[in-house]
């Protein structure tokens, strides 16, 4: 079964200062990868996905994340955080035909002011 | 635009008692889950269905019961809740020819004394 390891479980950041979010899958045949969101109290909500084609996805709120199928990576960035994008991130891998989608242990996001 | 909706919002049980965890779409979704979140281990598939009479287990169906007698409805039951299933509890819903965004509903968290 395919899995999902996000090595950080907590990361502070500065308002205004760039962001990375790291995301590691395991799956043997062609990843479909996402990064959902979730504000405190909230059901997560799609940020981007990948399924095909360009490695570089753009997402919702100015976030992007690159494809690495060598690394197995799919990580988020976002160039500047807003105190807004304090949330709870989570990446997901999942595949055609495939009814498991799979989450990582997700990666809290504080944002100092 | 009611979406995914989930009820309860919370929900405190003894040890031994049973109670459904209600989940309704109206978006016409074939697919619909359940998850279970909990700290540090991010989001597992309890269960899930991919239509009408159609149901399957996910990564951790123990102690969860499901059925889908309709396309808009799919309660999750306790049929004798432990300590261990004290979480927050997801229903999400997706398009079966799109193995993609999943919609979630707002969560149910459930205690177990």
């Known amino acids: 079964a395919q899995s999902v390891t996000q090595p950080d479980i907590h990361i502070t950041v500065s308002e205004g200062a760039s962001l990375e979010l790291r995301c590691n899958y395991s799956?043997?045949?062609?990843?479909?990868l996402f990064w959902y969101v979730q504000s405190p109290g909230q059901g997560l909500q799609l940020l981007l996905k990948y399924f095909s084609g360009d490695t570089l996805v753009q997402g919702i709120k100015g976030f992007e994340a690159e494809f690495k199928r060598s690394q197995s990576s799919f990580n988020l960035r976002k160039p500047s955080v807003h105190w807004s994008d304090a949330a709870e991130y989570f990446c997901a891998v999942g595949a055609a035909g495939n009814n498991d989608m799979r989450f990582g242990a997700g990666t809290r996001l504080t944002v100092k002011p | 635009n009611a979406g995914v909706t989930q009820t309860p919002k919370f929900q405190v049980l003894k040890t031994g008692q049973s109670m459904t965890l209600q989940c309704a779409q109206d978006?016409?979704?074939?697919?619909m889950s359940w998850y279970r979140q909990d700290p540090g281990m991010g989001l597992r598939l309890i269960h899930y269905?991919?239509?009408?009479?159609?149901?399957d287990q996910g990564e951790v169906p123990n102690g969860y019961n499901v059925s889908r007698s309709t396309t808009e409805d799919f309660p999750l039951r306790l049929l004798s809740a432990a300590p261990s299933q004290t979480s927050v509890y997801f229903c999400a819903s997706r398009l079966i020819l799109n193995t993609g965004e999943l919609f979630f509903g707002e969560g149910s968290r459930l205690t177990v004394l």
């Open positions: 799956y043997g045949a062609t990843p479909y």
């Open positions: 269905s991919v239509g009408a009479g159609i149901t």
């Open positions: 978006m016409n979704h074939e697919y």
